[in-house]
Structures are given as C-alpha cells and as structure tokens.
C-alpha cells in the first residue's frame, strides 16, 4: 500500500478549508460555493478542544453554524443556529433539525458524568464501549457524528473526529479513484452501534495505512493533525468537470 505525503497534501488543500479565496482554485477543483470557515473561529474551537470542553460551541461548530465576531473578539453562532431572538427553545443541527435545548444540556451533563469511563475505553481503544457511553442520552435528532464530535472534544482529540468528507477523501486515495467516484453510502442511525463503530473504525485504519507518519504520532495526542483534517475535508469535496 502507498504511503501518502501528507505535508505536500495539507499545502495543497487545508487554506481552502478557511474562508473563501483562491477563487480560480476553488471553481478548478468543484468547491467554487462550498462555505469556508473563518480562521479565527476555528482556532477557538480548537482551543476548546484541547481543554476537554464540550458544549453549544462544539455542537454549532461541528453544525457549521459559527462565526467570528471582529468588533467584540468572541465567537458567534449564526442566526438559524437557534433563531433571530434566541429564544426559541431548539439548535438546530448540520441538517437544520431541531435539536431541543433543555434535551442537550442534560446530554452534555450525562457526558461529563462517563467523561472518565469514556476515555479509560478510548485509552483501550475499546471504541464500541466508548460510543456506548457517549450515546447515552442523546437528544433526538443528534446523530453519531455528532455523538462522535463530544468523543473527539472531550479526549482532546485522541478519538478522531468523524466528517464522511473525510473518509471519502481518504478512501479515494487509498482507491486512486477521485473523491466523487467513492461510494459511502448514509451514516447509520445512531442507535445502530456496530454500524457506526464499523465506519468509524474503517476510517481511522484508512487514515493509518494513508498517512502513517501522521496519524496518532505527534505529541499534542491528537489522533490526527487538525490541519491534516482540514484538507481531507476539502478534498473529499472536490467534484471536476469531466469532458465527456
């Protein structure tokens, strides 16, 4: 199996990641309209990661409905996140389902509660039990990407997070195949535990045999570098034009 250069790969995709430039790039490779991140978001996030913190900032972030505010130095939410007025009494998810707020409190309180059980079985890599753990309680339209992005914020990062971006960017190298000809099919329910530990698990073996160099061997813990991350994320977007 070839081994990927994850330095030439990250210089070639992660700036794509953060707010839209490089427009001529970007409309090259099909992600002319894909939403960037803003930098100085993302860089708070990930500060919050780092401390173990998993809450309504995670949730949005993971959600892609954060934004930085300049004039105040804080991080924002958009507007549909939870509404004009903030008064409504849901979140709304990735998807723009309704998440309902008193539910994903008392989601984030059970998680602290296993915080500890939960990262024994990740230092196991007992992954089954991990998610087991972290399911518990989860709000309804809350899925196991999202379960999965409390696992990956409160180890720090040593349990990936999980993006289907990323694992069709990964598996298309691993294939040689371009990320639109990859076939992923849905995520499974989140109650459809072996079938989501069987995707995550598959991901980060994929991400071993690509990048093996890279993947849970820098000192931060971190399974994978963020900036690595963010580059697959990209690339699992691309969609070029072909000419038949």
Known sequence: MDCFDASSFIEAYCDLYFSPDQPEKRKALGIDKLNGTDEKAEDY?????????YGKTAF??????TLWDESKKVIAFRPEFEGEDKKT?????????????SDF?????????NRETILLHIDK????KAYCKA????PTNFGPVNIINAIFFISRGKAPIYDSFAHRAVRSLIMGIDPEDVY???????????????????????????FPEY???NNNNEFIPRKLDQALWVYGHIRKEKND
């Open 105 to 113: 409190e008392n989601y984030c309180a059970q998680l602290e509660k």
């Open 60 to 65: 949005a972030w993971k959600a892609g409905k």
């Open 125 to 128: 890599e007992e992954w089954e």
């Open 89 to 101: 009494k849901c979140y709304r998810n990735g998807y723009g389902k309704p998440v309902c707020k």
């Open 215 to 217: 993947i849970n061997m």
């Open 135 to 138: 399911l518990i309680a989860a």
């Open 184 to 210: 992923l099919g849905t995520n499974p329910n989140k109650e459809e535990i072996k079938s989501v530990v069987k995707m995550y698990k598959e991901y980060m073996l994929l991400l071993k045999e690509a």
């Open 45 to 53: 996030v990930m500060e919050q990661m780092r401390s173990g913190v």
